[in-house]
């Protein structure tokens, strides 16, 4: 079965970038699947920050766009986050997610996120 | 503040049913179907209860089950167990350019 996780550095310094890496086992990256990235501050809820497509095809949160970069390597089966420009108000734990896949009318729509990492905190501090 | 409107708590005893709802517009949940739902313990990563409105994926247990009506989706937990004390969000797609969205969140206590 497919399993997910995530590494990383667990503190960064404000004005730095977070990179966390997901690696993916048990199945390929290069499935019908996007794999996603969702983060939750300490005692807050979910917020998806982005997701991509094996072929390199990104969607972010738009409150989020203008810092995130998501990538992927295939010949790794992994995908990894970049977070520029931090404050403290990224600190949070940051899950990786499988996104299940709708196509309507040639048109993506995500899914559910079926399958998730344990999760990696990450605290921005000087 | 979520875009999606949960309640921040809810109870019941155990054996008892109880439902969540998950509130958004015809954007989101009342536009599509998409909506899902995660159990989240202490600690711990959330996992998939309902997906596309009401589907349980393999290994939930049938005591779960989904439903949505207009912009409402509701998480329905029968037989209430212990285990059950959790808390549980929802998410849907999105129309708008945020794409994916959650609610707050909603802290189960099993009395």
């Known amino acids: 079965q497919v399993q997910l996780q995530e590494s990383g550095p667990g503190l960064v310094k404000p004005s730095g970038t977070l990179s966390l890496t997901c690696a993916v086992s048990?199945?390929?990256?290069?499935?019908?699947?996007?794999w996603s990235w969702v983060r939750q501050p300490p005692g807050k809820g979910l917020e998806w920050i982005g997701e991509i497509y094996h072929s390199g095809s990104t969607n972010y949160n738009p409150s989020l766009k203008s810092r995130v970069t998501i990538s992927v390597d295939k010949s790794k089966n992994q995908f990894s986050l970049k977070l520029s420009s931090v404050t403290a108000a990224d600190t949070a734990v940051y899950y990786c997610?499988?996104?299940?896949?709708?196509?309507?009318?040639?048109?993506?729509?995500?899914?559910?996120?079926?399958?998730w990492g344990q999760g990696t905190m990450v605290t921005v501090s000087s | 503040q979520s875009a999606l409107t949960q309640p921040a708590s809810v109870s019941g005893s155990p054996g008892q049913s109880i439902t969540i709802s998950c509130t958004g517009t015809?954007?989101?949940?009342?536009?599509?179907?998409?909506v899902s739902w995660y159990q989240q313990h202490p600690g711990k990563a959330p996992k998939l209860m309902i997906y596309d409105v009401s589907n349980r994926p393999s290994g939930v247990s049938n005591r779960f089950s989904g439903s949505k009506s207009g912009n409402t989706a509701s998480l329905t937990i029968s037989g209430l167990q212990a285990e059950d004390e959790a808390d549980y969000y929802c998410?849907?797609?999105?129309?708008?350019?945020?794409?994916?969205?959650f609610g707050g969140g909603t802290k189960l206590t099993v009395l």
């Open positions: 998410s849907s797609y999105t129309s708008s350019s945020t794409f994916v969205v």
């Open positions: 048990g199945g390929s990256i290069s499935s019908s699947n996007w």
């Open positions: 997610a499988r996104t299940r896949a709708d196509y309507v009318w040639g048109s993506y729509r995500p899914g559910a996120f079926d399958i």
């Open positions: 015809s954007s989101d949940v009342g536009g599509y179907n998409y």
